[in-house]
């Protein structure tokens, strides 16, 4: 084949994995407390990131707006979405699946062909959070991708510290452990629904945004996210935040290592197959409890 | 027979005929292509519409007519085997590979089921990409073999590499696979399947295998996906693996197939059938708006699951009406039962 | 009346489960229903709290009209419901359980003086913490499910069935538990098969069968019959 692979490679690989498993990360949140708290999988969750994304691109690149406030903005407008989405599509459709999915799906459309309406479909590139690389244990690592970890691992840490320790996040914990028993306590269902969507968008809209500054963007980079997303809950375990953590970080380390032994192809199949092993066989996952 | 089935009947026999001499009304290759693909889709929306019919959602029918597609053809290019043989392999082979992933997919919640299924089909689009010795990888596969002629003893060679004649082996075989789903649908299995949706643990209770069920309805649509696949690959000639909305073999293929489902209307048999029908034809008069097709079809969807849960066949539960204000003015009354 | 139930018809899937049900609750009073499975004595309580929408019927609570309100307003209202089969947050702590109880209290000093006298009626409780929900044996979660419910003050308690699975000890300490919540001038509502445990605290009786209520009374009385007593009491 080619050059053999040093084990600076594997260590440089390891790093941007887990790096880059921090955009992953803010997608699976958002789709996983969705999932426990509402019941349903929200397809068009790809397309909110994605949306977050080109926000940032026409506020920053397009309007010179610097670009962590571009990022900021994003994040609210996409809670906003949320918000919105939950209220119109997603409460009136109480109960019926089919209707989730088609609802959702078609939402999904609707947003990447405006995307691709107002912004045409070339991919394009949002600059860089913080150009350059460190120099670690000999292996450069790049600047940008240890900003989007960090920033994935704080706002992790952050909703962490909310589902812990104020009244409503533990009402949403409550929530998406016992619906009745949480009903029970006089916690309004629509107001946690609206909370959750809201929160998981916004997070969505911030993966976007650093997915969208270390790669390129293009209207239908949410598919993509949106696979991902699944991906990360399942191993990592439906409706459980440390599971998402943890299997962003798995996702992103297993699709660099895989890559660099089997080519990038195999990088992304590989873990669509641990993903139906796992909804097979430990539909728990690794930390869920469903 | 009452004047409502006579109506029903004639309906059926004036549909068919439009079928059969379309060719010949629209004398035209090009849209003689659109009603094979429409054909082609016909078929794959009725095997998911058949799933859907246990309760589950499958939105991976792309990705069995993908194998289906691939299978045949390689079965052509590299066997030389016929077309009669390789087709139905094809539809074999997928059946298969459904019969594979039944047991363990079924054993899971309906949206994860869905899941399942949603990834198997960017899986195989993506093997289908890898395996590039087999099948050609993301360049894709190009074979230049019809389907094999047949010899009618007495009647002489039938040959199928014009269009048209393609678009009567189309409908034949996609009219049989129809008819096949028609007639499952309406028997004792058929109602199976609605029991196994609406109440399944009272369908357990008496007796029913549930999981043998909706393996049984997945491997058969999925056979019939396959074979749709193999019809594609037989007209077109080339195949290729890819996620942009343009290739048949894509996620977009699956979720559109949704889409006719339940605009058609997934309560009815020819709810799906309908949706596929004007779903398809619908870009053709509005090529100028090419771009804002998904835009549509998504706001479409929305629509109809807010609106009208049942879809266009929901329609049907006026014609009654209709025909009462009909048989009012000239002095009939309406049949009684209606 | 502080519950008043007029006249209630609730439907699962065409077939009538409560069939003209009137009953009600006095304030500051223990009432029990009894009956035997499928009776319908759960569902009216579901019913109470909005879980389950009636067919027809009144239900007023303090003078309001509940029926057809959703769920969580209900309980707003000030009423407490102890779950059949408890559901609890089985991943959450106790302490966590008991907060999520505390949702609708908005001042912070009287969640605080409520937590303190949970931990005063249940010790295991502030022994266990900081365990998760689901660790807990039968009658500690059966505790902590009442705890929790009155942690939001409720004017009314509904009870379902808090017997179930415990052992003939830990009833007895059910038993105490009511009678105390009791004296703190909750007002009670006791859904039971434990016929023994039921009438040894209730002061008023409801006797379900098959959707309708066959007997009531004081229990006094009802224990004074014999008749009443071992065709309905089974005691």
Not at chain 1, 248 to 273: A, D, K, N, T
Not at chain 3, 60 to 81: A, S, V, Y
């Amino acid at each position: 084949m080619g050059t053999a692979i040093s084990g600076q490679d594997i260590l440089q690989c390891i790093i941007n994995g887990f790096c880059m498993g921090g955009t992953y990360i803010l997608v699976g949140l958002g789709l996983t407390l969705i999932l426990s708290i509402m019941s349903i999988l929200q397809f068009a969750h790809g397309e909110i990131y994605m949306v977050g994304a080109f926000t940032v691109y026409f506020l920053c690149v397009m309007h010179g707006l610097n670009l962590y406030l571009a990022v900021c903005i994003s994040m609210l407008s996409t809670a906003a979405i949320g918000l919105i989405l939950e209220r119109v599509l997603l409460r009136p459709l109480k109960g019926l699946f089919l209707s989730y999915v088609c609802a959702t799906t078609g939402l999904s459309l609707i947003l990447q062909t405006g995307v691709v309406l107002s912004f045409s479909k070339s991919t394009k590139q949002l600059p860089s959070l913080w150009p350059g690389a460190f120099n670690v244990l000999g292996t450069p690592i790049s600047r940008e991708r240890f900003v989007a970890i960090v920033i994935a691992l704080g706002l992790s840490l952050a909703l962490y510290l909310f589902l812990k320790e104020t009244k409503y996040g533990l009402a949403m914990t409550a929530s998406s452990q016992n619906r009745e028993g949480a009903l029970m306590q006089g916690i309004n269902p629509n107001v946690m629904s609206a909370m959750v969507v809201a929160i998981g968008s916004g997070l969505a809209g911030v993966g976007g945004a650093l997915g969208g500054s270390i790669f390129n963007l293009d209207p239908y980079m949410g598919g993509v996210a949106f696979t991902k997303g699944i991906t990360i809950i399942v191993i990592g375990g439906l409706g459980s935040l440390p599971g998402a953590v943890v299997g962003g970080l798995i996702l992103g380390i297993s699709e660099s290592l895989f890559s660099l032994f089997f080519g990038s192809q195999m990088g992304i199949v590989i873990p669509l197959l641990l993903v139906i092993a796992f909804l097979i066989f430990k539909q728990k996952g690794l930390f869920g409890h469903e | 027979m009452n004047r409502e089935k006579l109506v029903k009947r004639l309906v059926a026999v004036v549909i068919l005929l439009l079928v059969c001499l379309l060719p010949v009304i629209v004398r035209n290759d090009y849209w003689t292509h659109v009603f094979i693909i429409i054909a082609v889709m016909m078929l794959a929306t009725a095997g998911m519409r058949a799933i859907n019919r246990t309760g589950e959602i499958s939105m991976g029918t792309a990705g069995f007519m993908l194998l289906g597609a691939y299978s045949s053809a390689l079965l052509t290019k590299n066997l030389g085997l016929s077309f009669w043989i390789a087709m139905p392999v094809g539809g074999l082979f997928s059946a298969a590979v459904a019969a594979a992933i039944g047991y363990p997919f079924f054993r899971v919640k309906g949206i994860y089921f869905a899941i399942c299924t949603l990834l198997t089909g960017f899986v195989l689009l993506y093997v289908a990409g890898y395996m590039n010795t087999l099948t050609g990888g993301w360049q894709g596969l190009v074979f230049d073999f019809s389907p094999n002629p047949i010899t009618i003893p007495g009647v002489g060679k039938l040959t199928f590499d014009t269009d048209i004649r393609y678009y009567y082996l189309a409908i034949i075989i996609v009219g049989f696979g129809l008819f096949v789903l028609y007639r499952m649908e309406h028997s004792r299995i058929g109602l199976v399947w609605g029991s196994i949706k609406e109440a399944d643990t009272l369908a357990e209770a008496v007796g029913v295998n549930i999981m043998a069920q909706k393996i049984f309805i997945f491997v058969v649509a999925c056979f019939f996906a396959g074979i749709a696949g193999a019809l594609y690959a037989f007209y077109v000639h080339a195949l290729s693996p890819s996620t942009t909305p343009a290739n048949i073999f894509s996620f977009f293929t699956s979720v559109y197939a949704i889409l006719y489902m339940v605009v058609g209307g997934e309560s009815s048999f020819f709810g799906p059938i309908i949706g596929t029908a004007l779903f398809m034809l619908i870009p053709e008069f509005s090529r100028g708006l090419q771009m804002y097709r998904p835009l549509v079809y998504g706001a479409l969807l929305i629509l109809v699951v807010f609106f009208m849960p049942q879809g266009l066949i929901g329609l049907r539960d006026y014609l009654p009406l209709w025909y009462r204000k009909l048989g009012g003015r000239s002095g009939r009354t309406a049949p009684s039962g209606g | 009346m502080l519950l008043e139930i007029k006249d209630l018809w609730v439907r699962y899937k065409g077939a009538d489960v409560l069939k003209g049900v009137s009953c009600g609750v006095e304030e500051g009073t223990i009432v029990t229903f009894l009956g035997s499975n499928g009776a319908g004595k759960s569902t009216v309580l579901r019913a109470i709290c909005g879980l389950k929408a009636p067919e027809s019927g009144e239900i007023w609570f303090n003078g309001e009209r509940i029926d057809g309100m959703l769920p969580h307003n209900i309980i707003k209202q000030g009423i407490g419901h102890v779950l059949e089969g408890r559901a609890l947050f089985p991943y959450m702590t106790v302490l966590e359980n008991l907060k999520v109880g505390a949702f609708l209290e908005k001042d912070r000093e009287q969640y605080e003086r409520n937590l303190k006298e949970m931990f005063v009626n249940f010790p295991i409780l502030e022994e266990r913490q900081q365990q998760q929900a689901r660790t807990l044996s039968g009658g500690e979660q059966q505790m902590l499910t009442i705890a929790r419910a009155l942690m939001g003050n409720p004017k009314l308690l509904l009870l379902d069935e808090p017997s179930l699975g415990l052992s003939p000890m830990m009833i007895r300490q059910i038993g105490k538990i009511v009678q105390q919540i009791h004296q703190r001038g909750v007002s009670v509502l006791l859904v039971e098969q434990n016929a023994r445990l039921a009438l040894g605290v209730a002061q008023k009786c409801f006797v379900f069968e098959t959707g309708s209520i066959a007997l009531h009374g004081e229990t006094k009385e009802m224990l004074g019959n014999d008749q009443v007593r071992k065709a309905y009491l089974g005691l």
